[in-house]
């Protein structure tokens, strides 16, 4: 197995990544700089990468959730949440989506750095790639998140996605609201080649 590979650094945390899973980028830390967590919140961490996100969520959640289809990325995470002293908060799952959650399970704050560029079908992408396509429209993992998240939030409870300008963001609204969540635009970031990145917080209303 390859060595982990490259540190990354945000604020006062480090993390290493190996080669197999994500490194942080603009979005990360946009997605990271505008994380604010309730005191004892519940969290899940959709597509932790190397955990950068849940790892910055343990310091005030109660428990974070992180989960990524990658195994690569859940054996990342888990180092670091240890190297930065946060892992007796925090459960790592390896799957789908929301696949190895227990539905009826609830949580405060849903956070997703979503895979969103453009691309050809996801079939036999490599790990790395599946990271950051999200099939023809670069919808295929944020529509799936929209449809399934309401029924794991709690009253009151919100999701945090990202995703790009490329991939519909008025679209990302939309079904937000279809599925019963206010959807507001909280951040965003121009990057290269005339694409932005964005962060949506969609909350549930009771």
Known sequence: MHSLSKKVFFANYTFHVSESVYEPAEDSFLFAENLKVPDGASVIDMGTGCGILGIIAAENASKVVAV?????????????????????????????????????????????NAPYLPSE???GKSWLEQ???????????????????????????????????????????????????????????????????VLVKAQSQT
């Open 68 to 112: 990524d289809i990658n195994p690569h990325a859940v054996r990342c995470a888990k180092k670091n949440a240890k190297l930065n002293n946060v892992e007796n908060k925090m459960f790592f799952l390896r799957g789908d989506l929301f696949t190895p959650i227990k539905l009826g399970e609830k949580f405060d704050l849903i956070l997703f």
């Open 131 to 197: 990271a950051w396509t999200g099939g023809v429209n670069g919808r295929e993992l944020i529509d799936r998140f929209i449809n399934e998240v309401p029924q794991y939030l709690e009253k009151n409870g919100c999701a945090l996605l990202m995703q790009s300008s490329l991939s519909n963001v008025d679209e990302t609204l939309r079904k937000f609201e279809e599925n019963g969540l206010k959807a507001v635009i909280i951040a965003e970031q121009d990057v290269p080649f005339f694409e932005t990145i």
């Open 121 to 123: 079908p996801l079939v």
